[in-house]
């Protein structure tokens, strides 16, 4: 059973930092890209990072861009999303999420859309507040 679990989440200063990690399960990360999206009330799910596994290329959107890095461990099987200088509109909840096709990998990992063949994680709440 393909699953993805987050871990890690929860309430940050403003100026802090936080690791997300995704831990896959079902399946081994090393053919396939794992995003993170965020998510906050009346929003659309929104594209913040992707690592394709395949060859280790990395996407950022802007508004995280030189304050977030993505990374993986092959050996944990698991991608982790590290956030530094974290702001309130950083705030979410935030979602790992997989696909398991070259075309939808496209649009989620390298365009950074959301789509409905990816596979979710349950996602952990990042508020960000003082």
């Known amino acids: 059973q393909v699953q993805l679990m987050e871990s890690g989440g929860g309430l940050v200063q403003p100026g802090g930092s936080l690791r997300l990690s995704c831990a896959a399960s079902?399946?081994?990360?090393?053919?396939?890209?794992i995003a993170w999206f965020r998510q906050t009330p009346g929003k659309e799910r929104e594209g913040v990072s992707c690592?394709?596994?395949?060859?280790?290329?990395?996407f950022y959107s802007e508004s995280v861009t030189g304050r977030v890095t993505i990374s993986r461990d092959k050996a944990k099987n698991t991608v982790y999303l590290q956030m530094n200088s974290l702001k309130p509109k950083d705030t979410g909840v935030y979602y790992c999420?997989?696909?398991?096709?070259?075309?939808?990998?496209?649009?989620?990992?390298?365009?950074?859309?959301?789509?409905?063949?990816?596979?979710w994680g349950k996602g952990p709440p990042v508020p960000v507040s003082s």
């Open positions: 999420g997989v696909v398991h096709d070259a075309k939808s990998m496209q649009a989620m990992c390298v365009g950074l859309r959301n789509g409905d063949t990816i596979n």
């Open positions: 690592i394709n596994n395949n060859n280790g290329q990395t």
């Open positions: 079902g399946f081994t990360l090393d053919y396939y890209a």
